[in-house]
Nanobody, 127 residues
Framework: VQLQASGGGLVQPGGSLRLSCAASGFTLDYYVIGWFRQAPGKEREGVSYISNSDGSTNYADSVKGRFTISSDDAKNKVYLQMNSLKAEDTAVYYC?????????????????????WGQGTLVTVSS
C-alpha cells in the first residue's frame, strides 16, 4: 500500500507543472486526497484536497485560481495542475490519502490524520 507523487521539476516563473499522485494497493474511492508542501525552513502547509466521496475540493488562498486538483478514478490517480507558478511555490510537494469523515472536517488541519503519505516531489520555480 503506497502513494507515489511525481511530476516535480524546475520551471520558470509563470510556467506550469502537473503533479500526479498514484495509489497502489488500495483504491482512492471514498478517500480524501490532499496535497501539501514544505519549503525550506518553513512548516508544512496544505495546498489543496479533493474528496472522492462527493467531489468537493478546497484550496489554500495562496493557490486559488492558479492550481486545480482533479481525480481520475480509472487510473487511481489524483492530479494537481499548477499554473502561473511563482518563486514562493518552490517546495517539496506531498500527497496524502485519508478517510472521508464529513463535510465539516478541515482536511488541512493537523488534527485530521491522513493514513498514507507519498514520498514527495520537488518543485523549483526559478529563472
Amino acid at each position: 500500500v503506497q502513494l507515489q507523487a511525481s511530476g516535480g521539476g524546475l520551471v520558470q516563473p509563470g510556467g506550469s507543472l502537473r503533479l500526479s499522485c498514484a495509489a497502489s494497493g488500495f483504491t482512492l474511492d471514498y478517500y480524501v486526497i490532499g496535497w501539501f508542501r514544505q519549503a525550506p525552513g518553513k512548516e508544512r502547509e496544505g495546498v489543496s484536497y479533493i474528496s472522492n466521496s462527493d467531489g468537493s475540493t478546497n484550496y489554500a488562498d495562496s493557490v486559488k485560481g492558479r492550481f486545480t486538483i482533479s481525480s481520475d478514478d480509472a487510473k487511481n490517480k489524483v492530479y494537481l495542475q499548477m499554473n502561473s507558478l511563482k518563486a514562493e511555490d518552490t517546495a517539496v510537494y506531498y500527497c496524502a490519502a485519508g478517510p472521508y469523515l464529513d463535510e465539516y472536517v478541515d482536511y488541512f488541519s493537523q488534527a485530521y490524520k491522513y493514513d498514507y503519505w507519498g514520498q514527495g516531489t520537488l518543485v523549483t520555480v526559478s529563472s
